[in-house]
């Protein structure tokens, strides 16, 4: 696994966002819709930065599945969403891969009313790209890797790193190898 960002750079860059939202937002409260469960820790760090009126909620999506490291069907659950109308939102994710998720969720947001809704994520895959919007703030452009730490997660785990790590190949052959040899032990008597 290779370090892409310290847990120092990562503090850093979470300022700098911080800093911008207040600056394009001004003192109106804002409400926060942060993406489970890849955004849970990048949300924790940015509202205790962000000044001024906060309210936070939580959307679930999802596009992987198991040790898959390109996405399948889009999944969303919006049950825990507050009434959006009229509010000021800041649609919160981990990363702008394909940006399908974004683009879903922010179309669903002015579907219900907003009266601004502007997106945020810590990172930003180059080259990858398939919708024609693009967040209004990103913390990090990244190479076309598949990361994890500070959130993101392979296959469910790793998202406790306090830094982000990119996994090459041989890390990721290893995990899957090692997911299969669990599934094919036969199951311990009872
Ligand atoms: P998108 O809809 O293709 O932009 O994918 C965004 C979602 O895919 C993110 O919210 C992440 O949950 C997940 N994802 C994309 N790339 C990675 C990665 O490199 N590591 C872990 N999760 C990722
Ligand atoms: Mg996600």
């Not at 760090?45 to 909620?57: A, F, Q, W, Y």
């Not at 190479?143 to 090459?168: E, Q, S």
Request: charged letters at 25%.
């Amino acid at each position: 696994m290779e370090v892409l960002l310290t847990s120092d750079e990562l503090a850093a860059g979470i300022g700098r966002l911080s800093d911008q939202v207040r600056r394009e937002v001004g003192g109106r409260p804002l409400t926060v819709v942060g993406v489970l469960t890849g955004s849970i820790v990048l949300v924790a760090d940015l509202i205790r930065r962000l000044e001024g009126p906060v309210t936070v909620s939580m959307v679930w999506a999802s596009s992987y599945r198991g040790t898959a490291t390109s996405p399948g069907t889009l999944e969303l659950r919006l049950d825990l969403l507050p009434d959006l109308t009229g509010q000021e939102v800041l649609l919160v994710d981990d990363i702008f891969d394909t940006g399908r998720t974004l683009a879903a969720l922010l179309a669903e947001f002015r579907r219900r009313g907003a009266s601004n809704v502007r997106s945020l994520v810590l990172l930003r895959k180059t080259g990858r790209a398939e919708v024609e919007i693009q967040p209004d703030f990103v913390g990090f452009d990244i190479p076309d890797k598949f990361v994890v730490g500070y959130g993101l997660d392979f296959d469910g785990g790793l998202r406790h790193l306090p830094h982000l790590a990119a996994l090459d190949d041989e890390d990721i052959a290893a995990a899957r190898a090692g997911q299969k040899r669990c599934s094919e032990q036969p199951a311990s008597p009872s």
